[in-house]
C-alpha cells in the first residue's frame, strides 16, 4: 500500500471520529452544558523539548466555567490498521501527552483491529485509554450503558476485534468502559453523558419475528371475536411479567410535544396519558405501542436508561422522525401494535370477505382519483374499524403492509391515503 493510501485511510477514520463528536457536543448531548468542550481535528500543541507545535489527529478542549485557558486536554489518536496496535505506538503516544502536558492532558487511541498484550498493558500503567471501533457506521460505537465494570489491570492477551466483542471497549487504569461516553466521563472529561435515543444500535426484527413473540401470548384469553381485549391483555403482562399500568396520569411533555406512552423498567411500569382516554383508538394503540416496547426491546433499552417515553411523532406511522427519535425502535412498535391490533389471519380473512362481496378478483385495490375505488377503500376500512376497533390510519397501514394498495405510482398512494 502506498503511503497516500494510508494516509487517507487515516484521514477517514480521523474525520469520522472528529465529526461524531462534533455532532455531539453541539447536539448538547454529551454536557450539561455542551459550550464547556470544543473539539478540534489536526490542531496543533506546542512541545518544549521539540520547541514546535505536535499536531495531534482529534483533540477536545475542556474549560472550566469563566475561565480562558482549557482545564482539561483529551487527545484521540487514531490507527486505522488492519493488525493489532503494537506497544512502540502506545509508548511513542505516551511520549507525546507527555511533551504536550503531563500533569492535564488525557489520551485514548483508537482502532479498529485490537491492541498487542504489551500495548494494552503498557496503556494500563500509563493511564491511556484504549478503544476498539468494531463497525463502519459513525453511530454503531456510540451507544450508552448505565454501569462500568471492572476489568483485569494485569491483563497479558492481546485485546482484538471479534464478532462477539463489544462495538466499543476502552480501558484505563483499572477501570474498563464499554462506550465511549463512559470513558469520558470515567476519565473525568465531561461530566455526563445525556442519552439520545437515536444512537441506540437497533438489531433487525422481520414481521415474522414480531407475530411469533405476540403468539406467545394467550392468544385465547386475550382476543374475543378477533378484537383485542386490553384488559385482559394487561391482566396477563401483570401477573406474568409483573407489570404495572397506569392510565390516569398526565405525562407532561418533552419539548413541548405532549408525553403519550412511556415505560419504565425500575420499577417496570406502562403508562398512557390519562389525556387520551377520550380517543379510544389513539389509547388502544399507544398501549399496543409500549407493550410492543416492552416486548421486543427490553433487554435493550434497560441497559441504557430506565424509562422511554413516546410522543406523537414516535407513534406515527408516516415513517417520518426527528434527529431525535430512533426510527428502528419506533417503526418495530408500531408493527408490533398494528400486528397486535389486527391479527393477521383475522385481517386477511376480513379483506377475503370484502373481496368476494365486491367481486374484486385481482386481490387488492387500486387506488387512484377515481370515486369509485376511493369509495371501496373507504367501505372496507369502515368494517376493519368497526371489526378490530382500530383507526383509519392503522387499518390503511396495515391494508398497505400486504399489499393490499397498489398503484403505479406510490408517492400517489400516501397522498390518496392521507385524504381518505
Not at 1 to 17: A, D, F, P
Not at 142 to 165: G, L, P
Request: aromatic content about 12%; overall charge negative.
Amino acid at each position: 500500500m502506498t503511503k497516500n493510501n494510508t494516509t487517507s485511510k487515516g484521514n477517514n477514520l480521523e474525520n469520522r471520529v472528529y465529526e461524531l463528536i462534533k455532532i455531539l457536543l453541539e447536539n448538547d448531548e454529551f454536557f450539561v452544558d455542551g459550550k464547556k468542550s470544543k473539539v478540534f481535528w489536526k490542531k496543533g500543541y506546542y512541545s518544549q523539548a521539540r520547541k514546535k507545535e505536535i499536531v495531534v489527529d482529534v483533540s477536545i478542549e475542556t474549560y472550566l466555567k469563566n475561565s480562558q485557558n482549557y482545564s482539561l486536554l483529551t487527545i484521540i489518536e487514531c490507527k486505522n490498521y488492519e493488525h493489532l496496535v503494537p506497544v512502540d505506538d502506545v509508548e511513542e503516544f505516551d511520549s507525546k501527552l507527555s511533551q504536550i502536558g503531563e500533569h492535564n492532558t488525557k489520551g485514548i487511541i483508537l482502532t479498529k483491529k485490537g491492541f498487542q498484550a504489551g500495548a494494552s498493558n503498557f496503556a494500563t500503567s500509563n493511564g491511556i485509554g484504549l478503544g476498539i471501533i468494531n463497525s463502519e457506521s459513525e453511530i454503531d460505537w456510540i451507544t450508552y450503558r448505565k454501569n462500568t465494570t471492572k476489568s483485569n489491570k494485569n491483563n497479558q492477551s492481546d485485546i482484538s476485534n471479534s464478532n462477539e466483542a463489544k462495538n466499543f471497549f476502552a480501558f484505563v487504569d483499572s477501570l474498563s468502559f464499554n462506550t465511549f461516553p463512559d470513558l469520558l466521563t470515567g476519565i473525568g472529561i465531561i461530566d455526563k453523558y445525556v442519552f439520545q435515543p437515536s444512537i441506540i444500535k437497533i438489531p433487525f426484527i422481520s414481521d415474522e419475528q414480531i407475530e411469533k413473540e405476540i403468539n406467545n401470548l394467550p392468544i385465547k384469553s386475550i382476543y374475543q371475536d378477533d378484537k383485542l381485549i386490553s384488559d385482559n391483555l394487561c391482566e396477563y403482562l401483570s401477573n406474568f411479567l409483573k407489570v404495572e399500568f397506569i392510565f390516569d396520569e398526565n405525562l407532561g411533555s418533552h419539548e413541548e410535544d405532549e408525553i403519550l406512552g412511556k415505560i419504565t423498567f425500575d420499577p417496570l411500569i406502562i403508562y398512557i396519558t390519562k389525556e387520551l382516554q377520550l380517543n379510544k383508538h389513539r389509547w388502544r394503540f399507544t398501549l399496543a405501542h409500549e407493550v410492543g416496547h416492552l416486548m421486543l426491546h427490553q433487554n435493550i433499552l434497560k441497559t441504557y436508561v430506565n424509562e422511554n417515553i413516546d410522543i406523537a411523532e414516535m407513534l406515527s406511522l408516516s415513517g417520518e422522525f426527528s434527529s431525535y427519535t430512533n426510527k428502528y425502535l419506533e417503526i418495530q412498535a408500531n408493527k408490533f401494535a398494528s400486528i397486535l391490533l389486527l391479527p393477521k389471519e383475522s385481517f386477511l380473512r376480513e379483506v377475503r370477505r370484502f373481496f368476494d362481496k365486491e367481486n374484486l378478483r385481482k386481490g387488492y385495490l387500486y387506488l387512484d382519483h377515481q370515486q369509485v375505488n376511493q369509495k371501496l377503500l373507504r367501505d372496507l376500512l369502515f368494517i376493519l374499524q368497526a371489526k378490530f376497533d382500530v383507526s383509519n390510519e392503522v387499518a390503511k397501514y396495515r391494508l398497505y403492509s400486504f399489499g393490499l394498495i397498489k398503484n403505479n405510482d406510490m408517492k400517489s398512494v400516501k397522498d390518496i391515503l392521507r385524504g381518505i
